[in-house]
């Protein structure tokens, strides 16, 4: 019997690999390295805690959003998936709905660098999310949550 990669289980596979993107401890599923953790040190945004809690932390703090900006953050909602959500940082703003983000750990224990994120929301607000998935070089197929953009301060 051929031995299948973990990354060609798809979706499925990659369920565990992204179960933690927690921002206290610095200790998730794969170590140290982080997504909240990597988007505070980027951006400087002073958030604490879970990547999903990021959205309500930023109300009175930080312009929130439902369209990117370079230097904002994209903040995913938590799931079954993703049940610390995710955060990602906008590199570049490609159109209206498609921007390039880099971030921690959607590929367990690395940075991606420019990688595409589209909108797939009815109402193009960016509440719903597809993601590049580097392991099969090609969007993935999952859909995910997203609250919007936290937009950087002044």
């Known amino acids: 019997m051929e031995r299948v990669a973990w990354w060609r289980l798809g979706a499925g596979g990659a369920l565990l690999s992204l179960a933690a993107c927690a921002g206290g401890s610095g200790q998730g599923w794969h170590g140290a390295l982080q997504c909240a953790p990597y988007a505070r040190q980027v951006t400087h945004m002073q958030m604490q805690g879970d990547a999903a809690s990021w ?12 369209a990117p900006k370079p230097g904002a953050v994209l903040v995913f909602r938590a799931t079954g998936r993703l049940p ?17 983000v880099d971030q921690a750990n959607w590929v367990p224990g690395r940075i991606g660098r420019a990688e595409p994120v589209v909108d797939v929301s009815g109402r193009n607000d960016w509440s719903r999310v597809r993601v590049w998935w580097s392991p099969i070089h090609d969007m993935g197929k999952t859909v995910y949550p997203a609250y919007g953009f936290i937009l950087p301060a002044g």
Do not use: F, K, M
């Open 84 to 100: 610390d959500g995710h955060v990602s940082v906008v590199r570049a703003v490609r159109g209206p709905r498609e921007v390039l």
């Open 55 to 66: 959205w309500g932390q930023a109300q009175g703090r930080y312009p929130r959003a439902h």
